[in-house]
């Protein structure tokens, strides 16, 4: 942002500095990945209507450098292709790209203005047709008409697009131009980044002269301006392209009017269909957010960004409707079939809108429908197959036109479950239209039921039943596919998936880590996915637009201020603020104005107040008769029996005893926190899955804490990377005098374990005890809780124990708690390809998820992708906490002994590189010789980058 400032100070000749101008190549190949985008939205579109398209040529008015115009002509049958571009150079290079093109596809590039050269254009075009050569044409027009009133001389919105289209039939056309903001009040308040209000009002007023816009410019405090919107949109547009700032000042963006364009393409296609929507491009919206815009209205509500894009889409087929009248005859004489399936999908939709919301408010116990649709926030994906550009998710959707499997994934509570739910919502409100695909919704468990021949889920077998009877197409919505294990993933791919018709498809949901572990290295399953779409957090404006909107439909009014006051107070709340589901806890909270001073430090303390203030509540309300340690026993009861059932081959489910079932049935505490499910009756899972990964990192604390507890019912399982997390950052919690009474007390119950390794000895490593799983588990969390002296129970272990693991774990602990004797020592056994290097990476490879085993079982063989491993180590060598820096040696050998370990192919990229070579040292908790190993560590990595080349 001071970068930034500078650059304002210089176009207001507050700075004497080189003026601002990128090389006319640099502008021109800028726009390249958005042509290519919108070229893919147009091939998509076109592909829709099932018409021939060898039989057409392409127009692109202000193309550019041609990407996108020469991404059709490669992906299409279209051989022929006209390009009228105003700039010499864009010109010269669609030129140069075009003789790329296979000899039977030709590109011809005028260059010039647009009023003057498009009469050649239409000749051009013209003579193909009289030679036989096309019938047809596709015009292309992506923000050029708001330019062309101050660009052309003679310009003629009429003309232009008169000759463009002419008499051609069949023709389509395509228009995207930015325009007046729509869903903006007419004034709002603006801030962008850190620059200051006198900053951006000089700025303003600059630009409001140089367009002779109307309006007055406000200081509204030191951050914020007060302006009319269409100035505002100006003002972004210049601010996020202000390296081509002489170029842009000579545009104003918000001059298009999308209703008289409309009109006019209506005329001259004379029975044509023209359509026209209000949208953003995805390059404005990551511009928005990288520039740390807020804007707000009077009443101070954060605004979402603008839609300042018109989408206009034409076409005329007189003549050429008989496929389009077939096609409506059939989809007629389906109209029963249709009706049939309508039943199941409203039932199914009524079960979601009626679902509690949990956790919503305290004061009132709404259901999905308080959010559908007003409330939802559309969030931003990244591609993983097809592109790098984010976008929001409905444009995802517009892009992919339901015709193809899509996988969403993201982090615990990112939104992808309420995400799925809203597709489905939409879909099902559309069932009635002719050509809207037929939604089915389920979980995992329903969908494992229904292959299952011997346990039919009934609703889910009616829902697709019905959906296949419509003959509509059918898109089956499968949430939670993390919850089931490999046996079942190959399963649900071979029997359900491997026998869909040519009209059915999937959009599934699942964690990250799970996906590139279970699904993402395995082609029979990648296959199968046009597009990944990960979810990103929600940005500032997302996060402090949904508060309001939730404060405004719960009436709590004073929500937004408590919000704000607890991102001033515990700065620490921002960082999983962005979380949706962190985020909706952390409001549940303030609305029942609980601000306690650790209540928003970390996840683990959000949690455990969250939760005990559910089980108080819902004892309150009189719904709950059963006590609080009653209904916590419960929940921890099932929370072990799912995470035990990970692998079942039946699929993650508890079956209702009767016990279980008066509990549920007569507790909402203990019912209202899982996923019950009927047909039959079984419990698929907490509300929230998260919300079982911390009581049993709770349950752990607790029997960690307490000397009477028998810790094999606790610790002879292996907890995963997300319950350790809890527990780390609920040991983080626990004052200075605590922790040092966790680790004697630990240590002792260590050593009530050390009787049994004389008879481990005779057995073989294979043979695992389950008092060496809990001395394992023991040296784990000893080796994570922060002290101010060194716990020489560690060194006892590191020496005696006689499990290689253990040795590991000991080595670790021993390492997060600064020890470079012992550091020195663990550090020289792993050695490229010993026995301490296989187990090093094994474990890591179970720990955060690449495969899924037993860290006591599992051995690499160098095959399998490291890609989750190598990230989260990449991630602590860019970080500088003393967790990181103590971990620094480590996690450099043991990124150099994966890389050794798979020679064959493998190579950093420029980036895992950059992050290497930069990796900074502290030198305050490093001895010299430490130092000096670590540096030596990174050059030896660095002379695997010269062997890659």
Known sequence: MDDLDDKIKRLLGEAIVPPLLASEEQYHSAFDESGVAKADDIISALS???????????????????????HVLSNTSMEYGVLLEYDDAAGALAEKKAKDLIPSKTLRVLRGDATQKIETCRRILLDLRDNGKIDGIVCSVQAVLHELPTRSPKHELEYLLGEALWDWNPCFFFCREPCSPQTWPEKVKLSVGNLSSERLEALANHIRGMLSMPGEVRRAGPRFILLHKDLAVELLFKIFYIDDYSYEIDERVTSL?????????EGILEGGEVRSEYLNSGSFEKLYRKFQVMAKDHNETPLRPPLTFVRIYAKRLIGHEQQAIDNSQENSSKNEHNKIGTKSVKTQAERLLNLSLLPWSPRKSPSLRVLWPELLVDPELLPHKNST?????????????????????????????????????DLAAKIDLPNSPFPVFGHVSDYVQYIDSQQSSYPLEIAISEARLSQKPIIYFVDGLDEIDSILVDRFFSEFIQNFQTTEFIWCACRTEYFFNQLGAQIKYTQHFREVLEFCPWSETDTLWFVKMYSDRLEIPELPSRFNRLLLSTPEASEFSNNPFHLTLILYLLGENIETDNAFTNAYSLYNNFYNHWLRR??????????????????????????????????????LDKPTKTMIESHTAAADLLRVERFPDRISGFRHETIGEFLLANNIIEALSDRNTKLDNVLLRTYTYEINRFVREAISLIDENGREYLIKLLSERYKEYLNDMESELSKCQEDISPTLRIREQLLYYIGRIPCLEFPEILRISYQSEHHSLLVRIAALGSILHGNEDIEMDYIEKLSPGSSWDIENRSVQLVYFGDVYGDIYHFTDNGLYSWDRTREAILARLKGNSIRDQRLRWWDLRTIMLFAVSRMNGFKFTARE????????????????????????????????????K
């Open 48 to 70: 829709a209507e099932k018409i021939d398209l060898k039989r057409f040529a392409y127009l692109s008015i202000g193309g550019s450098s041609g990407a996108e115009i020469l």
């Open 257 to 265: 009017n999308p209703l008289l364009v409309a009109k006019v393409v």
């Open 389 to 425: 550009t984010a976008d929001r998710l409905t444009n995802w959707v517009k892009f992919l036109h339901w015709n193809s499997n899509v996988a969403l994934i993201g982090a615990p509570g990112a939104g992808k479950s309420t995400s799925l739910r809203r597709l489905f919502l």
């Open 618 to 655: 819902e004892a309150h309300r009189g719904t709950s008769s059963a006590d609080e340690s009653e209904v916590r026993s419960f929940h921890i009861q099932i929370a072990e029996n799912l995470f035990d059932l990970r692998g079942a081959v039946k699929g993650r489910t508890v079956l």
């Open 913 to 948: 590189k950059e992050i290497i070579r930069t990796t900074f040292i502290d030198h305050s908790i490093s001895s010299n010789d430490r130092i000096q190993r670590i540096q030596d560590e990174i050059r030896i990595i660095e002379e695997k980058f010269k062997e890659d």
